[in-house]
């Protein structure tokens, strides 16, 4: 079983910051694909940006120049860099990662974390 560690929500300012951390633990675990999506209230949850060893990042449009996703492959860390943040970025974000255990296949699990309010409010 996987443990998602998250950290670094809070109360900003418009155009203020934040940073986002979420550390996979687990043994013998090595994450693929990691990522945060968020859901605002009354609202599906959305992908906000991933990014897959190697360094290939997906981000959605409406974060795209505000947001930077990047990842600690040997910590099983994922890392979400948010600027200049508005209003409309207030909502739950939650951590995923997707991977393999080693010795186990090529089976992929994929977890959550629990959640981390980011309220952009003056």
């Known amino acids: 079983q996987v443990q998602l560690v998250e950290s670094g929500g809070g109360l900003v300012q418009p155009g203020g910051s934040l940073r986002l951390s979420c550390a996979a633990s687990g043994s013998g675990f090595r994450a693929n694909v990691m990522g945060w999506y968020r859901q605002a209230p009354g609202k599906q949850r959305e992908l906000v940006a991933s990014?897959?060893?190697?360094?290939?990042?997906i981000y959605a449009d409406s974060v795209k120049g505000r947001f930077t996703i990047s990842q600690d492959n040997a910590k099983n860390t994922v890392l979400l860099q948010m600027n200049s943040l508005k209003p409309e970025d207030t909502a739950v974000y939650y951590c995923?990662?997707?991977?393999?255990?080693?010795?186990?296949?090529?089976?992929?699990?994929?977890?959550w974390g629990q959640g981390t309010q980011v309220t952009v409010s003056s």
């Open positions: 990014i897959v060893t190697g360094g290939s990042t």
């Open positions: 995923d990662v997707e991977g393999r255990y080693v010795g186990l296949g090529p089976s992929t699990y994929r977890y």
